[in-house]
């Protein structure tokens, strides 16, 4: 697996997770507990963003599957706002 491809000790990294019969975003830092639970991916992934900004480390998302994307803000083209993407550019959120 190319270097990089995993998340380092101090990087945050939000799952997609079930509780209660509904689906539920978690944020942790690596390597660590469940640290905040957020109702929509959009809110997880903007303080995933954030906090990883802030802390200079990196952000990832998992959809509780073996699957795991970096995540990284990018300028639009359109409005000046930013969008949510992975490392490869496309979408997330």
């Known amino acids: 697996?190319?270097?990089?491809?995993?998340?380092?000790?101090?990087?945050?990294?939000?799952?997609?997770?079930?509780?209660?019969?509904?689906?539920?975003?978690?944020?942790?830092?690596?390597?660590?507990?469940?640290?905040?639970?957020?109702?929509?991916?959009?809110?997880?992934?903007?303080r995933a963003l954030a906090f990883a900004k802030r802390a200079r480390v990196g952000a990832w998302f998992s959809n509780g599957e073996a699957d795991i994307v970096r995540l990284e803000e990018v300028p639009s083209q359109k409005h000046g706002v930013h969008r949510l993407a992975h490392v490869a550019g496309s979408a997330v959120a």
């Not at 830092?29 to 992934?45: E, I, K, N, S, Y």
């Open 1 to 46: 697996m190319p270097l990089g491809s995993r998340p380092e000790a101090g990087d945050v990294v939000v799952r997609q997770a079930m509780q209660e019969g509904s689906v539920v975003y978690v944020m942790r830092t690596v390597p660590g507990p469940d640290q905040f639970f957020l109702r929509t991916r959009q809110a997880a992934v903007e």
